[in-house]
């Protein structure tokens, strides 16, 4: 019978391979389920995406209260006991919902589930406990960790995570933030809701870095005029040290010139890490590092060892983690009955809720930087939430959104997009890119007013620029309604 150990059973890849495992081999697999987590559930769940979205949305309602001139009236403050508090009782009932998923799979002869810490000893030989286990297949789907950087000073600093944030019930007058990705485009704008006065450490020009200079720009403009923030760009963080009151002093570099900051508090949101550190790995053939892990999902060191997840360093999203839990076991199964194994590919689909989802970023495939790295004649069509009356009307006329399209048959392969709502239409475009729809086919009429017809104005954009402007589906039926 084919043994799998999965390390890190509570989290979304290592629930994903064990779900795949037995949906694919059912009685003919003995699954080893491992997690020391206290209460479990995952990253995600705890820690991450699902918290962080709670809290945003408290942030959310009263920046759309502040926002909007038309009420009168002193605008609310965050009670943050109460949003914690509601947080919690969300996020309980989610990791509830997780480990019962797990435990209920422990109900089956076939799958064992153990609270216990595992460490490799030798090459696929784990110690769980008191017991040893040496599996067939190995699963690392342990998460990620915070990455510290290297900073003079940093391990005399008293600094906040992501982790802290969310527990925060009281939070201080003033903070550095060091990291402007997506943690710190998420969770600044929350601070500062919340009553921090924030200085945000930006390394480049702008963030969104991957993006046309046009998306990061909107992002400062925003963070700077509607949250208040003070985002130093260009300036590179070189060392930190205690204040004698407790708070922190930074200094930095900016424009080839030496600046210090003070503040109540660091924040570090300087992203993330594979969480491998306690799994003994010294004692294996394995070697965490650029390559470490195959397209197949394999440790390249250990053609039995499968790193999915953010363990694997390559994408740490919770959709993307499942997908990877998925391949990982079909590969396994493919493997043991001596198939070819299938790499994971996938489109590139994420969510930022920047502007405490007000104003979120979302992309899907191909941006234009990436299309013109393959040599592809692209159409690239730009259009501004402004030049659409509805989102005037909703009071959030800021951001903008791209569509690129390959120029030689008019598939959509791309599109990105910094405004109101542009989380919802995520899933509408990344059915239109999966699908390989050609921009001609794709209807031009959303419901009015949605904030979807700026979709509506990207795709004739297309259209005319293929020189097909009239083939657009949606011009000629809203024609014949309109009769």
């Known amino acids: 019978m084919l043994h799998v150990a999965i390390v890190g059973a509570y989290g979304s890849a290592g629930v994903a391979v064990a779900d795949e495992l037995l949906e694919r081999a059912g009685d003919d697999v003995r699954l080893t389920l491992i997690d020391d987590g206290e209460p479990g559930g995952g990253l995600c769940i705890l820690r991450g995406c699902m918290p962080s979205k709670d809290v945003l949305s408290a942030a959310e309602h009263r920046y759309q209260a502040r926002h909007d001139d038309r009420l009168a009236g002193e605008v609310p403050a965050l009670d943050l006991e109460t949003v914690i508090e509601r947080k919690n009782e969300h996020v309980s009932a ?207 060191a250990d053609e039995r060892v499968f790193v999915v997840g953010d363990a694997n360093g390559r994408e740490p999203i919770l959709h993307v983690a499942k997908e990877q839990g998925f391949a990982a076991g079909e590969n396994i199964v493919r493997h043991h009955r001596g198939e070819d194994l299938e790499p994971y590919t996938n489109i590139p689909h994420h969510v930022i809720f920047s502007g405490l989802g007000v104003y979120p970023f979302a992309r899907i495939g191909h941006t234009p930087e990436t299309a013109a790295e393959t040599e592809m004649d692209a159409i690239v069509v730009t259009r501004k939430a402004s030049s659409d009356g509805v989102f005037k009307t909703k009071n959030h006329p800021e951001g903008r959104a791209t569509l690129i399209v390959n120029a030689a048959d008019g598939t959509v392969i791309g599109y990105q997009a910094l405004h109101y709502h542009a989380d919802v239409m995520a899933k509408t475009m990344q059915v239109i890119i999966a699908t390989g729809l050609d921009v001609r086919e794709v209807p031009n009429r959303a419901y009015h007013p949605t904030t979807p017809e700026i979709l509506d104005g990207l795709i004739r954009d297309a259209c005319a620029e293929l020189g097909d402007e009239q083939q657009c589906v949606g011009d000629t039926g809203s024609r014949d309604l309109a009769l």
């Open 94 to 300: 989610f990791a509830d919902h997780r480990r019962s998923h797990v435990h209920g799979l422990d109900d089956r002869e076939n799958v064992e589930f153990l609270h216990e810490t595992a460490r490799f000893v030798d090459d696929r030989t784990l110690a769980v406990g008191d017991r040893t286990i040496e599996p067939d297949y190995v699963v690392i789907a342990t998460g990620s960790t915070v990455n510290v950087p290297d900073l003079p000073g940093i391990g005399e600093v008293e600094f906040a995570t992501s982790a802290d944030v969310l527990e925060a019930t009281e939070l201080p007058e003033s903070g550095i933030v060091m990291g402007f990705g997506y943690i710190g485009m998420e969770l600044a704008p929350y601070l500062s809701e919340a009553g921090t006065e924030l200085t945000v450490i930006e390394h480049d020009d702008h963030p969104l870095e991957e993006m046309e200079p046009e998306y990061g720009e909107t992002i400062l403009e925003l963070y700077r005029e509607q949250f208040g923030l003070e985002i130093l760009t260009n300036t590179d963080e070189k060392r930190v040290e205690p204040t004698a009151d407790g708070g922190v002093r930074m200094v930095v570099e900016r424009a080839g010139e030496t600046e210090v900051l003070e503040a109540d508090q660091l924040f570090c949101f300087t992203g993330r890490r594979p969480a491998v550190d306690r799994l003994g790995l010294e004692e294996t053939s394995l070697e965490v590092g650029d390559g470490w892990v195959d397209s197949t999902l394999q440790a390249a």
